[in-house]
C-alpha cells in the first residue's frame, strides 16, 4: 500500500475513531512521514508546528474572537434587537426577520458563527417562544442566520483562506464576502416570513412596537462596529489585523463606559475564554502543519489535484462536485478544518481552470456556511438547540428549508461571479 493511501487511511480511521481533528492531522501526518520517508524525518515535527502558526495574519484570529466575545457580553445583541424590532414593527413573521437581521449585523462583529448563535440565541429565543413560534424553528433560524458570520466580515475563516491560498488580498476577501453575506441573510428572510404568516405565528397586536428614536440611540455604539472595521480597512488607516486590535478596544470602551454591562472582572474572564477558544483553533492550525508537510513531501494532495482534474474536463461540473464536497464535509467538520485539509488539494484545480481565486473563496465560505446548520454535526445548531432545549433531531424539517434557500443564495453566486467581484474591484482591490 502506497504511503499516500496509509496517510490518507490513517485520517479517516482515526476521525472515525472519535480522535479530535487537530490530532487526527498530526498523527496522521506522522504516518505519511514514516511511511514515505524516514522515522528520522520526525525530526521535523516541531519545526513543522511553529511554522504554521508563525503567520502575523494568524494574530488577528484570537483578536477577532476576543471581539465577539465582548460585544456579546456588553450587551449589544438585546440592543440590536430592539432597534430592528422598532424598524420591522409588530407583523406576522416580525421577530423571525429580526432574529435574520441581528444575526447579519453581529457577524460583522464576531466573525464566529457558534458566537453570533449563541449571543442572538440567548436574546431571541424567549420571545419568539412567547410569540407562538415553535422553539425547533426559532433555533435552526437563528442558526441558519448566525452562518452569515463566516461571509461577512470580518470572518475568521476568510483569515485563514487568505493565509493557505498564496496571493489572495484578505481586504479584497473581507469586501467580496459582504453582498453574499446580505444576499445569503435575504434568501433566509422569504421563507421565515412566509412560513410564520402561514402558520399564524406572532399575530400583529401581540407584540409592542419599541420607539425608534431611543432605540436607534442605544444601538449607536453596535452598528458602528461594522463601520469602524470596514471603514478603517478601506481608508488603509489600519491593516485586518490592526483592525482586529482596534475591534477589541472598541469593544470595550462600549462594554464599560457606553453600555456599561462589562466589568474588569468579565473582561479578566473573557481573556481566558478567548484564549481557551483560540488555543483549540491553533492547535488545529499547528497539528495540520504536519499533515500539510507530510502530504506536498509525499506528492499526496498533487496526486488526489490531479485525480479530481481528471474526473471531467467539464470545468462547471466539477465546480459542482467541488460545492457539494465542501458541503458534505461542512456537515461534518469545521470551517478551519476543511480549509487545513481541503485547499492543497483544491488549490491546483482551481489554477488550472483559471477560477478567480476571491470567488472561489467566497463560495467555498457559502457552502461551509450551509454545513454549519446541517446535521449530524451543525456546529451553529448545536449551540441553538442546547439554549432552546431541543433535540437536534427536531429540526431537521425545519433546517432542509433554509438549506435550499441559502442554497439557491449559493447558485447565483456560481452563476454570476461578479455578484461577488463587484465591490471589491470597485474598491480597488487585487482580485
Avoid at 467580496?176 to 399564524?200: H, I, T, Y
Wanted: net charge neutral; hydrophobic share 60%.
Amino acid at each position: 500500500m502506497s504511503p499516500d493511501l496509509w496517510m490518507l487511511l490513517a485520517f479517516a480511521g482515526l476521525l472515525i475513531a472519535g480522535v479530535p481533528v487537530a490530532f487526527s492531522l498530526g498523527l496522521s501526518g506522522a504516518v505519511g512521514i514514516v511511511a514515505g520517508l524516514s522515522p528520522a524525518m520526525l525530526a521535523t515535527l516541531g519545526t513543522n508546528t511553529y511554522n504554521s502558526v508563525a503567520k502575523y495574519p494568524l494574530i488577528a484570529i484570537p483578536l477577532f474572537i476576543l471581539t465577539g466575545l465582548i460585544f456579546e457580553r456588553a450587551g449589544v445583541a438585546a440592543r440590536l434587537v430592539r432597534f430592528a424590532q422598532a424598524l420591522i414593527g409588530p407583523r406576522h413573521g416580525g421577530l423571525a426577520l429580526v432574529a435574520v437581521l441581528v444575526c447579519m449585523i453581529m457577524g460583522g462583529m464576531s466573525g464566529s458563527g457558534p458566537a453570533d448563535a449563541a449571543a442572538v440565541a440567548m436574546v431571541m429565543l424567549p420571545s419568539m417562544t412567547k410569540a407562538g413560534y415553535p422553539r425547533p424553528f426559532s433555533a435552526t433560524l437563528i442558526a441558519a442566520s448566525a452562518s452569515t458570520a463566516i461571509l461577512i466580515p470580518p470572518s475568521v475563516a476568510l483569515i485563514l483562506y487568505s493565509i493557505v491560498v498564496p496571493g489572495v488580498d484578505l481586504r479584497a476577501l473581507f469586501a467580496a464576502g459582504l453582498f453574499p453575506g446580505m444576499l445569503a441573510g435575504a434568501a433566509l428572510l422569504v421563507p421565515a416570513w412566509w412560513l410564520s404568516k402561514r402558520n399564524g405565528w406572532e399575530a400583529p397586536g401581540e407584540t409592542e412596537r419599541p420607539p425608534i428614536g431611543e432605540s436607534f440611540r442605544q444601538a449607536i455604539p453596535a452598528l458602528f462596529a461594522p463601520v469602524l472595521i470596514l471603514g478603517g480597512l478601506r481608508s488603509g488607516l489600519f491593516t485586518p489585523t490592526e483592525a482586529a486590535v482596534v475591534a477589541v478596544a472598541y469593544g470595550v470602551v462600549v462594554g464599560l463606559w457606553l453600555t456599561r454591562e462589562l466589568g474588569w472582572r468579565d473582561l479578566w474572564a473573557l481573556l481566558g475564554e478567548a484564549a481557551v477558544i483560540s488555543g483549540v483553533v491553533m492547535l488545529i492550525i499547528a497539528l495540520a502543519g504536519i499533515f500539510a508537510w507530510a502530504g506536498t513531501m509525499l506528492g499526496t494532495f498533487r496526486h488526489l489535484a490531479e485525480w479530481v482534474i481528471g474526473l471531467s474536463d467539464n470545468g462547471t461540473l466539477l465546480l459542482v462536485l467541488i460545492m457539494l464536497a465542501v458541503l458534505l464535509a461542512g456537515m461534518l467538520l469545521d470551517a478551519i478544518s476543511i480549509y487545513l485539509i481541503m485547499m492543497p488539494i483544491l488549490v491546483p484545480v482551481m489554477q488550472h481552470f483559471g477560477w478567480n481565486p476571491v470567488w472561489f473563496g467566497i463560495l467555498l465560505a457559502m457552502n461551509i456556511a450551509i454545513g454549519q446548520f446541517t446535521p449530524p454535526v451543525a456546529v451553529n445548531l448545536m449551540v441553538t438547540t442546547e439554549v432552546a432545549r431541543v433535540r437536534l433531531e427536531q429540526t431537521v424539517g425545519w433546517a432542509l428549508v433554509f438549506v435550499a434557500a441559502m442554497a439557491s443564495a449559493l447558485a447565483l453566486v456560481v452563476i454570476f461571479p461578479q455578484l461577488a467581484l463587484w465591490l471589491p474591484e470597485l474598491l480597488g482591490y487585487n482580485v
